[in-house]
C-alpha cells in the first residue's frame, strides 16, 4: 500500500547523500518533495501542511548529532514526524476492571467489520481471553451467517438468537448478550453492528441505541483503508454521531495510495489500534506506530518479524537443528532439517510479505513480489521423494538417485541437482556463520580470499654468471660507498652527532603512551 510513497522519500533522501551540511535551499527541496509525496499518497491536506511544517523548523532548529550525517538526520526528523502522524504510542485495548469487557465495532457497510470481529476474537484468544462474539447485524443478509461461519473458523463461540434477514432487534439482542456472557463466563464481548452504504440518521441511531444499552469499554471504528479522504469524513460523521475510542484499519495489503492510514489518527485524534492486512483470520494484529514509519521509510520491522517467528518455530526443534550447524547436535544438518525449518518459515506467510519485513528490501521489491510460491512447493515435492537416508545424508545422492527423484516429483534432473548443490552451499555457509565466522569477509577467521602461494624466484644458472661471453669477460666495477644523508642531498653525516640525536630523541607524549613507552 505504501509502495509508491515509500519511493519517492527514497528518491528524496538520496539526492542528499553526499551533502556536508544542509542550507535552507536544501531543506526546503527536501520538503517540497516530501509535500509532493504525501499528496500523492492522498494524504489529507491539512496532515501535510503541518508534516511539513514540522520537518522544516525541526530540520533548521535541531543541532545536528555527531553520529549522524545531515542526511541520516532528516531520515530521524521525518521518522519521528511520521510516528507523531499515526498515533504516536501504541494503544492496547483497555479491559474492564469487572468482566465482560465489553467490545463495540462500527462502520460502514463493506468495510469488513464482521469478518474483522473474527480476527479480533482470535486475537483475544490467543491472548488468554475468552470472547463471544455476538451477532447484531440483522439487516443485511446472511450477516449471522456470515459471523457463525468466521466464529466457527476462529474456534469462538457466537451468540445469536436472531436469524436477521431483516428480521429481530438488535439493541435486545446486544443487552441479552451481556447477562448471556456473564452466564456463561466469557471475559469479553465483540458486539458486530450493521452498517450501511453511506451515513444516514438510521445507522447512527441503531448505532447509539446499542452504545447505550450494552455501554461498552471500546468503541471501535473500523474503516477500509482504501477508500482515501472519504475514510476521514465517515471518521468525522461517526465521531459526532456514536463517538468511538480507536480506530481499526482493515485491507492494509491492498495496493491504494495509503492516505487515510495516514490521515485518520491525527484528524480525528483517536489511535489507530489494531491492522489487518490480508485474507487469512490471523492476518491482524496491533497496530505500532513506529513499526509503520520503519516500513515506510524501508528500513524494514524486524520487531514484528521476529514476534511472528516466536509464534511460529518450534524452540526446541529450531535448538537442535542449530546445534547440528554447530557439529554439536550428534549429527549433521540434513535436508529433513530443512525442510521442517522451511514449513514454519511458510506458516509465518508469503515469504514476499517476510521478505518485505527486513531492512533494505525495498530496493529489491520488484524481485520480492514476484517471488513464486510454487517454487516452494516443488522443493517440497523433490525432498519427499527422497528416502529417509537420502534426507539425512544427501552426499549419497548419486546420478541414478537423483533421476529416481526427479521421476518421483514431477520435475527434471537438473533442478535436483540444483537443489542438491545449493544446500550444500547454504549448509556450508550457515554453519560458518553459527560458528561465529562470516565466510568471505577479510580479516575475520576463515573469511575473505585464500591466500595464494608465493612462488619462488626462479633462480639463474648455477654458477650465478651471465650467459654472454662480453659480460662474462667484462670487469664488474666496485659499488661505491653511499651515505644515507647524502642519498637524500644532505651533508656527511659524524657518527657523534648521529648517537646523540637518536639519544635526545624523544616520542610525542600521546604517540608515547600509545606505544607505552
Known sequence: MFDTLQDRLAATFKTLRGKGRLSDA?????????RVALLEADVNLAVVKDFVAAVKQRARDEQLSGALNPTQQIIKIVNDELVAILGGETRVIRFAKRPP??????????????????????WLKNEGHSPLLVACDLQRPNAVNQLQVVGQRAGVQVYAPEPGNGTGDPVAVAKASIAEAERRLFDVVVVDTAGRLGVDADLMQQAADIRDAVSPDEILFVVDAMIGQDAVNTAYAFSEGVGFDGVVLTKLDGDARGGAALSIARVTGSPVMFAS?????????VFHPDRMASRILGMGDMLTLIEQAEKTFDAEQSAKAAAKLT?????????????????????MGPLSKIFGMLPGMGEIKDQISNIDERDVDRIEAIIHSMTPAERDNPKIIDGSRRARIAKGSGVEVSEVNGLVNRFFEARKMMSSMANGVMPGMPGLPGGGAKKQPV????KKNA??????????????????AVDPAAAFGGEQLDEAALAKAMADFQLPPELRGRLGR
Not at 467490545?103 to 480476527?119: F, R, V
Not at 492486512?277 to 494484529?285: M, V
Not at 612462488?455 to 626462479?458: E, I, Q, S, V
Request: proline share 4%; glycine share 14%.
Open 327 to 347: 557439529s554439536k547436535g550428534g549429527g549433521e544438518f540434513g535436508l529433513a532439517d530443512f525442510l521442517s525449518q522451511m514449513q514454519m518459515v511458510r506458516k
Open 277 to 285: 492486512n490480508g485474507e487469512q483470520l490471523k492476518d491482524f494484529d
Open 26 to 34: 536544501d531543506i526546503d527541496a527536501t520538503a517540497r518533495e516530501i
Open 463 to 480: 654458477r650465478g654468471v651471465s650467459g654472454n661471453p662480453a659480460k662474462r669477460n667484462a670487469v664488474a666495477p666496485a659499488p661505491a
Open 455 to 458: 612462488k619462488a624466484a626462479k
Open 101 to 122: 469487557t465489553v467490545i463495540m465495532l462500527a462502520g460502514l457497510q463493506g468495510a469488513g467489520k464482521t469478518t474483522l470481529a473474527g480476527k479480533l476474537a482470535l
